[in-house]
């Protein structure tokens, strides 16, 4: 029993001998590792300066052993077991090496060593020239047997860049850049700086990058190139973007704004920008509305209003690019000639030398820039109509010229420009006057105008104010303050005259000039006040009289239209009693006439008879004439008369009544024909009331017959 235990006890320490033996030379690395070895002995010495031992060198060993059970010697190697190198989906890794050869001076990041299996070869990578330090390479997503003894590996972010952003980029490494240059050139292949190795094999320059990134995801080696993420340059509508480039070639000095290039897609390829000789300074070509990715290290952008043109307006153009016009360019010709003889003359003699900028500046003194045509610097001769218009300010200057009429007031209204016009009268009198002046500029004559004062605000202040207020002064210094206000209207003319005459130099139209309201003193005015009104007093009472005068006759037409009926009734029984009248006289004569023919038949009948009866009717009418001479003698020869008619119309010989009667009332008829009667009767004489003729007379008419 005790052998028993003996040998299990022999077995029990030889199980667990071989067990640690085993653990020194038998390894499982599982799936996800990788083991790092360190050789302790029985090796070479590494070279002086090295850290990572090769297969045969006593250290850490380059080479790692992958997932698996490995047996190794006992007691020469020392294991240690790390996680694979994984690089996320979005992510890089950069890398730096711990050993190997040395960079070469004036070089940051280390050249590209061959076949090392994206360093997984650490060997390889040691054998085929690998050098220390930074790498210039980069892991792409993925998992990596890296060992982590050689190579520090770091996870960085991809470089993503969003819809409407732009990448700087800089590189840390490459070549210098040109002497005068601002941005390092762009090289070709290097896969959007992707590719570092190939950007440094094609000379890439170190510093700030033209090329920029446009919106993307990019893996890239952030220790080599450093990337500014930016917003893109963005115009919103109703805005021009002005472009200066800060790198290209100079700007001749007589030059405002650099010359127009193609090719460069509206300043986003910088390359061909400078490729295609484009200069630095202020660009002719602007951005209109948009978003563009340009690089703000070769390019500044500045946002401007578009211009306007409104109905009624034109803009006219001065344009600061384009050739001389002939007038300066042969003046400045005759000046270069003048400077070289004299600079012939004084040869030797110190001389102050002109630059350019004051040649110029001297012949454009007095010098009026005439309209030009297209393609000339100057006053373009063609205006813009209504519509909206992507000027580059820096290159064109806009000005905007209304075309309708423009209003220009001279009162008290607090949004007028200008206060009522203050003169004095011949007579000493201070006169306010409120002027409105209306003119208009032809768009033809615009260019003319804008050549000839510059703009509207220059017209009316430096022109159309001091000339109206010149005018007005002139004119009420002639004449008294009473009269400058009575003859307003002339005055206003002789205005109007002088400023249409003034204007034409200006090629600008008048319209009309008005006076809108004087201001006298309240002295004057109450003076002039009183006289008025004794005038329209006196013309009141004149008028009055003539009213009343009026007044009178119309009284008396009115009384004389109200008996109108009585009087037209009045003359027509006149009239009937005349027509009676004569009636009456001319049938009494006639019955005389035939009672002297009768009585001179009679006569000689009585003759033929006998003078017997001859005597007879000698003594009848003797004794008839007697009695007609006794009533003659008796009542007179118009009762007389009236005894006869009043027995003619008795017989009926005589119609006194009319066919026709017209009255108005029927009390009156009566005394009408009593009146009648009378005045045939008395032949129209008076008889005193109470006479004997009277009496006789109304005895003697018979009654009328109705």
């Known amino acids: 029993m005790s052998g028993v235990i003996f040998y299990l006890c022999v077995f029990a320490i030889i199980l667990i001998l071989f067990i640690v033996s085993a653990s020194t030379f038998i390894k499982l690395v599982g799936g996800g590792e990788i083991a790092v070895l360190e050789r302790r002995w029985l090796g070479k010495k590494m070279p002086s300066g090295r850290v990572i031992a090769m ?13 698996g059970l490995h047996v190794l010697i006992p007691f020469l190697y020392k294991v240690r077991k790390e996680p694979f190198t994984v690089i996320g989906e979005q992510e890089v890794g ?42 210039i390479e980069i892991l792409p997503p993925g998992t990596y047997r890296i060992n982590p003894a050689l190579f520090k590996v770091r996870n960085e972010p991809q470089i993503m860049i969003e819809k409407g952003q732009i990448g700087i980029v800089t590189a840390m490494d490459g070549e210098p850049i040109v002497l005068g240059r601002l941005l390092a050139k762009q090289v070709p292949g290097h896969s959007n700086f992707e590719d570092a190795e190939a950007f440094l094999a094609n000379k890439g320059q170190k510093g700030p990058q033209i090329q920029i990134l446009l919106p993307g995801t990019y893996r890239i080696n952030t220790d080599m190139f450093h990337v500014e993420i930016r917003n893109a340059s963005i115009v919103p509508a109703g805005k021009v973007g002005l472009v200066s480039a800060l790198d290209g070639e100079p700007l001749p000095e007589r030059e405002y704004v650099a010359k127009s290039v193609s090719g460069h897609s509206d300043y986003q390829d910088a390359s061909k920008f400078l490729e295609t000789g484009g200069q630095r300074g202020p660009q002719f070509d602007v951005l209109r509305p948009g978003t563009y990715y340009i690089n703000p290290l070769m390019f500044q952008l500045e946002l401007d209003d578009v211009a306007t043109v409104e109905r009624g307006q034109v803009a006219v153009v001065v344009s600061n690019v384009g050739e001389e016009p002939e007038q300066i360019k042969k003046l400045m010709e005759q000046t270069a000639e003048e400077e070289t003889k004299k600079g012939e003359a004084t040869k030797g003699e110190a001389t102050n030398i002109e630059s350019p900028q004051e040649v110029e500046k001297r012949l454009s003194v007095g010098i009026e820039r005439y309209v030009v045509p297209k393609g000339f610097r100057g006053i373009q001769r063609e205006v813009a109509g209504p519509g909206i218009y992507y000027l580059n300010r820096r290159a064109f200057i806009v000005y905007i010229i209304d075309t309708t009429n423009i209003t220009i007031d001279w009162d008290d209204a607090k949004e007028t420009k200008f206060d009522p016009l203050k003169v004095v009268s011949r007579d000493g009198f201070e006169i306010s006057v409120s002027v409105k002046v209306i003119i208009r500029v032809r768009p033809d004559q615009a260019p003319y105008m804008v050549a000839k004062i510059g703009s509207i605000d220059n017209l009316i202040n430096h022109v159309i104010h001091p000339m109206i207020d010149s005018s007005f002064r002139n004119q009420a210094s002639s004449t008294s303050a009473m009269n400058f206000l009575q003859d307003r209207q002339e005055e206003q003319r002789k205005a109007e005259d002088r400023a249409r005459n003034e204007l034409e130099k200006y090629h600008v139209e008048c319209v009309s000039v008005l006076i809108c309201q004087i201001k006298l003193p309240q002295q004057l005015m109450d003076t002039q006040t009183m006289k008025i009104i004794a005038q329209q007093q006196q013309a009141m009472y004149q008028e009055q009289q003539k009213a009343e005068q009026t007044r009178i006759a119309t009284e008396k037409t009115r009384s004389e239209a109200d008996q109108q009926k009585n009087l037209v009734e009045a003359e027509i029984g006149v009239k009937i009693a005349e027509q009676n009248k004569q009636k009456a006289i001319r049938f009494a004569e006639g019955e005389a006439e035939s009672i002297r023919l009768r009585a001179e038949g009679d006569a000689k009948g009585i003759k033929a008879r006998g003078d017997a009866e001859g005597a007879r009717i000698l003594a009848m009418g003797e004794a ?17 008369t009236a005894i006869e008619i009043s027995k003619q119309i008795a017989a009926g010989n005589i119609k006194v009544t009319p066919d026709f009667l017209v009255q108005g009332g029927s009390e009156n008829i009566g005394g009408l024909l009593a009146a009648f009667l009378t005045n045939m009767i008395t032949g129209g004489s008076k008889t005193a009331p109470g006479s004997k003729d009277e009496n006789l007379s109304a005895t003697a008419a018979p009654p009328a017959k109705t």
């Open 55 to 67: 297969a045969n060198e006593v250290g850490v060993q380059a080479r790692t052993l992958g997932p």
């Open 94 to 135: 950069i890398l730096e090496s711990i050993d190997g050869n040395p960079i070469p001076p004036g070089k940051i990041f280390a050249k590209v060593a061959p076949n090392h299996n994206a360093f997984q070869d650490s060997e390889a990578f040691l054998k085929n020239g690998g050098e220390k330090g930074p790498q």
């Open 624 to 640: 008839t004439a007697k009695a007609y001479d006794l009533q003659n003698q008796a009542v007179g020869r118009q009762g007389v």
